[in-house]
């Protein structure tokens, strides 16, 4: 239908729940975003909610919170988001999101451009993302997770999988005591990392599963154990030479 479906403007204790949100966004669409979040908003909840979008606009988002305001107390929920776009897309795009959940949701994007599952920046403190699983296939660049300036949270038990040029499982600018745990994140491409970026401090890096093809599969040092990884035909070039060593 080429626009938003639902908008939610300075409200409170709100539940959004078992929608089938159908949407198609058409090259030079002015709407891009099924689900806008604006002013401020709190206590709020997605649940069970099938939102699926095929896109032949530039920078279009399943989920969108992107007005410099704090969004508190928000559930993100057993929601399905399948996005099919001729360019750059995102599924959740939040900003200054504090105390609030993003749980089992399961994400699917097939993509000619850059692509990104979950995109957090600025939040405050104390947000979790469990048990959800995203896959992206894309022609550019994938993010199944970007974090930035994220503080006193936890990132554990997602499935992760991306195939694209550049594959990222998680991706991580300033944060502070974040932990990445107990994750299964599969990144295939010609570079990318399954755990990785810059300025980060006290961060927990343990009991992951890692598949991929890139080198370098986490970039951190510090508090990085007991993770594991898959070698098969596909990535024994990254850790051995020709040799075996």
Same mark, same amino acid.
Request: net charge negative; glycine share 6%; hydrophobic share 35%.
């Given at each position: 239908?080429?626009?938003? $479906?639902?908008?939610?403007?300075?409200?409170?204790?709100?539940?959004?729940?078992?929608n089938n949100i159908n949407v198609e966004f058409k090259k030079g669409s002015?709407?891009?975003?099924?689900?806008?979040?604006?002013?401020?908003?709190?206590?709020?909840?997605?649940?069970?909610?099938?939102? #699926?979008?095929?896109?032949?606009?530039?920078?279009?988002?399943?989920?969108?919170?992107? !007005?410099?305001?704090?969004?508190?107390?928000?559930?993100?929920?057993?929601?399905?988001?399948?996005?099919?776009? /001729?360019? *750059?897309?995102?599924?959740?795009?939040?900003?200054?999101?504090? *105390?609030?959940?993003?749980?089992?949701?399961?994400?699917?994007?097939?993509?000619?451009?850059?692509?990104?599952?979950?995109?957090?920046?600025?939040? &405050?403190?104390?947000?979790? &993302?469990?048990?959800?699983?995203?896959?992206?296939?894309?022609?550019?660049? $994938?993010? &199944?997770?970007?974090? /930035?300036?994220?503080?006193?949270?936890?990132?554990? !038990?997602?499935? &992760?999988? $991306?195939?694209? %040029?550049?594959?990222?499982?998680?991706?991580?600018?300033?944060? $502070? *005591?974040?932990? #990445?745990?107990?994750?299964?994140?599969?990144?295939?491409?010609? @570079?990318?990392? /399954?755990?990785?970026?810059?300025?980060?401090?006290?961060?927990?890096v343990s009991n992951n599963l890692i598949h991929t093809n890139t080198s370098?599969?986490?970039?951190?040092?510090?508090?990085?154990?007991?993770? %594991? #990884?898959?070698?098969?035909?596909?990535?024994? @070039?990254?850790?051995?030479?020709?040799?075996?060593?």
């Amino acid at each position: 239908n080429n626009r938003k $479906a639902i908008v939610l403007d300075n409200v409170k204790d709100v539940s959004i729940t078992k929608n089938n949100i159908n949407v198609e966004f058409k090259k030079g669409s002015s709407d891009d975003s099924v689900i806008l979040i604006k002013n401020i908003c709190e206590n709020s909840i997605f649940s069970n909610n099938n939102i #699926f979008i095929n896109s032949k606009r530039s920078n279009v988002y399943a989920i969108k919170a992107n !007005d410099n305001n704090v969004y508190h107390g928000f559930l993100f929920a057993n929601n399905t988001i399948i996005m099919i776009s /001729s360019s *750059d897309c995102t599924a959740i795009s939040a900003d200054y999101l504090s *105390d609030s959940k993003l749980k089992s949701n399961n994400i699917n994007i097939i993509s000619n451009g850059n692509s990104l599952g979950f995109d957090l920046s600025n939040s &405050l403190d104390g947000v979790e &993302l469990s048990g959800n699983e995203i896959i992206i296939h894309a022609d550019k660049n $994938a993010y &199944l997770i970007k974090l /930035s300036n994220v503080n006193n949270s936890t990132i554990h !038990d997602n499935k &992760l999988y $991306a195939q694209a %040029s550049e594959a990222y499982g998680i991706y991580a600018v300033n944060l $502070a *005591d974040v932990s #990445f745990n107990g994750n299964n994140i599969s990144t295939f491409g010609c @570079g990318g990392n /399954s755990i990785s970026g810059s300025n980060c401090n006290n961060l927990i890096v343990s009991n992951n599963l890692i598949h991929t093809n890139t080198s370098n599969p986490i970039l951190f040092n510090e508090n990085v154990k007991s993770n %594991s #990884f898959i070698i098969d035909n596909n990535n024994y @070039g990254v850790y051995f030479d020709k040799n075996g060593n």
